[in-house]
């Protein structure tokens, strides 16, 4: 499969109305996140942010905060994630979500 249809299929799962369907989405840019080209992250990072942010399924934002984490540890994040990061309420946040999230913050 040619990259934009990579790009176009994970966009189109990240974004779905079902939340099983934007977690699975999430869990496979977890699968390619080391080998994914620098512009497919930095696209797949900002839609990823803004669903987590947004996100009200505790399971789908897992793999949200997850597939960020990923990405983080393979192409680092863009600087200006960091306050979109920090704009993420602690308070709804569960379980391995919290480590993500102080993963995600750390410098």
């Known amino acids: 499969m040619q990259t934009d249809e990579v790009l176009l299929n994970?966009?189109?799962?990240?974004?779905?109305d079902d939340n099983s369907v934007r977690e699975i989405g999430a869990d496979e840019v977890t699968d390619i996140a080391q080998n994914l080209p620098k512009g497919m992250v930095r696209i797949l990072?900002?839609?990823?942010?803004?669903?987590?942010?947004?996100?009200?399924?505790d399971g789908a934002r897992e793999s949200q905060l997850n597939a960020l984490s990923d990405i983080k540890e393979w192409h680092g994040?863009?600087?200006?994630?960091?306050?979109?990061?920090r704009m993420l309420d602690r308070n709804?946040?569960?379980?391995?979500?919290?480590?993500?999230?102080?993963?995600?913050?750390?410098?």
């Open 10 to 16: 994970l966009l189109t799962r990240l974004c779905s």
């Open 77 to 85: 994040l863009d600087r200006l994630s960091t306050p979109v990061l």
């Open 45 to 57: 990072e900002t839609v990823l942010l803004g669903r987590a942010l947004m996100e009200e399924n």
């Open 92 to 107: 709804r946040l569960k379980g391995s979500q919290v480590e993500h999230l102080e993963y995600l913050l750390e410098e």
